[in-house]
């Protein structure tokens, strides 16, 4: 098979290819973040439109496409061991394999080289081009490559194919500018750029007009939003009061950028979830600056302090352990504040070097895995008993929660979370309700990540 890089304008869109019907089947996998779960969508609407039909059943596939993270070692790892899986089939019988999203970005030629049977590549802004390169990997076994990165791609004319749901998640930035040394990020996904704010608008409108009651505003660096003289302050209250929409909440918000007009639009706006995504990463100021994190421990202690006047917001955060040089002091620094902010959540990392970031190119990698497992761990084992804690203080109390489906265990019962954002689980009482729905629920039993309850009452 000859491996041409098939390179076509970019003008080559799936707008200006919508008549052309393909009939081919494509079964894709998702790993990885809200983002990328938004650009599968985007995805499979472009593809939709050149007459590409998607299945959930992989044997039944002309193309199986992998949309990947980047973010840490074991999402290639994982990726990987889905790919050899696919490997002995391709050759029985010629399925056409597509790596798409912030790996394909990183690793580009050496993963078309090192694993000869992928054949398409394709990063996270190239994903018009995705209907040509596989209509010519199919039709001519012509391999595809298109990685290159745009300062103004925002998709912000594709409609997200998104099963009828009562969630959805609205892109609002791609990319990042801030390069903390340890993240893959801004080589993966480029500069940071904002959509306009009257396509988020009209977005959300129709989504509320499909029934969507709850919509998730993403972003790298989503607090930086900045669009035609909107901040994102401006542009999250008007989502919020978009008729029909009953929750907004948004992820993730970077520390340095949280202006007091934000930070009011949360406490006060009704339909602006109360809770807050804040990534810490380390409480230690020489980590943090190695970080290139832009604030210190006293400067997030502040905002946090800021935060907790108006009101009760919880908190969530991101940890990463075992960054380079960190020594065991500068780690319990980490512990401790945990220990004191009591977060409702927190997400914990093990540091995994990442090529061409500027911690990779710095500072040596020199916490062995044993001891970045460890503290790790620990700090799991610690969030683990504050977050049952506090779950456990609802129990005999009444919360609301918004119902959003069947539970993962059964479809005897609803699941649904708390405004700040703590899953709820009770069985089904009452067959006229349905997702999008409001119930009251009383508490009765709780796990670090549960809630268990009854319905006391629901509202329409
Ligand atoms: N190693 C470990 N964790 C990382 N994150 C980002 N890059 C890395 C890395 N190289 C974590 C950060 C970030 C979250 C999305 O992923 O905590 O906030
Ligand atoms: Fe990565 Fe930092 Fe940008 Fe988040 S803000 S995507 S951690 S570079």
Redesign the pocket.
């Known amino acids: 098979m000859s491996r041409t890089p098939l390179l076509l304008p970019t003008s080559l869109n799936a707008e200006s290819h919508s008549t052309t019907k393909s009939g081919y089947h494509v079964y894709i996998e998702t790993f990885g973040?809200q983002m990328n779960a938004y650009d599968t969508e985007l995805i499979r609407s472009i593809m939709k439109a050149r007459g590409f039909q998607f299945t959930q059943v992989d044997e039944e596939a002309d193309v199986i496409l992998f949309n990947t993270c980047a973010?840490?070692e074991n999402a290639h790892n994982r990726l990987y061991g889905h790919l050899a899986r696919y490997k002995a089939r391709k050759k029985e019988r010629g399925l056409v394999i597509g790596v798409l999203g912030c790996m394909a970005q990183n690793l580009k030629q050496e993963l078309l080289d090192s694993r000869s049977w992928i054949d398409v590549l394709v990063g996270p802004d190239a994903y018009r081009r995705l209907p040509d390169l596989l209509t010519a990997a199919l039709e001519s076994q012509r391999k595809g490559l298109a990685v290159d990165l745009s300062e103004y791609e925002t998709y912000a004319q594709i409609v997200p194919d998104r099963a009828g749901e009562v969630n959805g998640w609205i892109a609002v930035t791609r990319g990042c500018d801030n390069f903390?040394s340890?993240?893959?990020?801004p080589y993966t996904r480029g500069r940071e750029r904002s959509r306009d704010p009257e396509g988020i608008l009209e977005e959300t409108q129709r989504l509320a007009s499909q029934g969507v009651r709850q919509i998730t505003l993403l972003g790298q660096n989503v607090n930086s939003y900045r669009s035609s003289g909107w901040d994102f302050a401006r542009l999250l209250i008007e989502v919020a009061d978009v008729p029909g929409i009953q929750r907004v909440r948004f992820t993730?918000p970077h520390p340095k950028d949280f202006p007091p007009a934000l930070l009011e639009a949360v406490a006060q706006h009704p339909t602006i979830c109360k809770h807050i995504h804040l990534?810490l990463?380390s409480a230690n100021d020489r980590m943090l600056e190695r970080m290139g994190r832009c604030y210190t421990r006293r400067e997030y202690l502040t905002l946090v302090e800021a935060i907790r006047k108006e009101g009760p917001i919880v908190l969530t955060t991101?940890?990463?352990c075992g960054f380079c040089g960190e020594t065991d002091e500068e780690f319990q620094e980490t512990y401790d504040l945990v220990k004191e902010m009591q977060y409702q959540a927190a997400?914990v990392?093990?540091?995994?070097?990442?090529k061409h970031?500027i911690?990779a190119r710095k500072y040596p990698d020199d916490i062995s895995e044993q001891v970045k497992g460890y503290r790790t761990n620990e700090i799991i084992e610690l969030q683990k008993d504050i977050s049952l804690q506090k779950n456990q203080a609802l129990i005999g109390s009444e919360v609301e929660v918004m119902i959003e489906g069947d539970s993962k265990k059964s479809d005897q019962q609803w699941m649904g979370h708390t405004e700040s954002n703590v899953t709820v689980v009770w069985p089904k009482d009452d067959l006229t309700r349905v997702p999008g729905d409001f119930a009251s629920i009383s508490i009765q039993d709780a796990t670090p990540s549960t809630l268990y309850g009854i319905v006391m009452s629901s509202e329409k």
Do not use: G, H
């Not at 340890?182 to 990020?185: R, T």
């Not at 990392?349 to 990442?354: D, G, I, L, Q």
């Open positions: 973040c973010i840490r903390c340890f993240c893959v990020v993730s990534p990463q991101d940890l990463i997400f990392f093990k540091y995994s070097e990442r970031t911690a």
